[in-house]
């Protein structure tokens, strides 16, 4: 996972619950230094934080995903705003992640290990989203989409009746735009 998903994390841990409980937190993984937006570091350390994170604040580990998913969104955005403005709407953003922002992150990060997506349209208001990756980071897809949808001033509805975590070798994504 890249540094920068880190820092995010860091980021609005600080925000809710202050430095202190983020050096708690790392203190809790036995984590010492920073990280680098650049780098990658183990899934494993994510995964580890956020159970922590989930620990000290008593909020579930998958409300905690979705709604780093949406604060991810705004993080990524600041960072990397000509990925946000070459779209106009939500539905064509989304369109847009698997074969235009994840072709040119991978142009700036080596390996980013991004997930995959496969997209079909039913109707003007449905947008079906295929998500794989061996990360299952299905909730944290959920909450990027939320977070986009703030962005874009977009009301939508979120199914997701297929899973990885059901046994599924994909996760459904159907976006609704309202």
């Known amino acids: 996972m890249k540094g920068v998903v880190f820092n995010v994390l860091e980021e609005m841990v600080i925000e809710q619950c202050g430095m202190l409980a983020w050096n708690e937190i790392l203190e809790a993984q ?7 937006a650049g ?3 183990p899934d ?3 995964f580890g934080l956020v159970g922590s994170i989930s620990a000290k604040t008593e909020i579930p580990a998958e409300t905690l995903v979705g709604a780093f998913g949406e604060r991810l969104f705004k993080g ?4 990397n705003p000509v990925f946000i403005e070459a779209e106009s709407t939500l539905k064509g953003f989304l369109k847009s992640v698997h ?3 994840h072709i040119e992150v991978r142009k700036l990060y080596e390996n980013p290990n991004l997930p995959d997506f496969e997209y079909e349209e039913d109707a003007d208001n449905t ?3 295929r998500y794989r990756s061996p990360r299952k980071l299905c909730i944290l897809a959920e909450g990027l989409i939320r977070g986009a ?5 977009t009301a939508i ?3 997701h009746p297929v899973c990885m975590h059901k046994g599924a070798d994909h996760c459904d994504l159907i976006v609704r735009f309202l």
């Open 30 to 36: 036995e984590i010492e230094g920073i990280y680098t």
């Open 127 to 129: 947008l079906l989203m």
């Open 76 to 79: 990524l955005s600041e960072r």
């Open 39 to 41: 780098e990658s570091y």
């Open 157 to 159: 509805e979120i199914e």
């Open 44 to 46: 494993e350390e994510l």
């Open 149 to 153: 949808a703030y962005h874009y001033d």
């Open 99 to 101: 074969d235009v922002i």
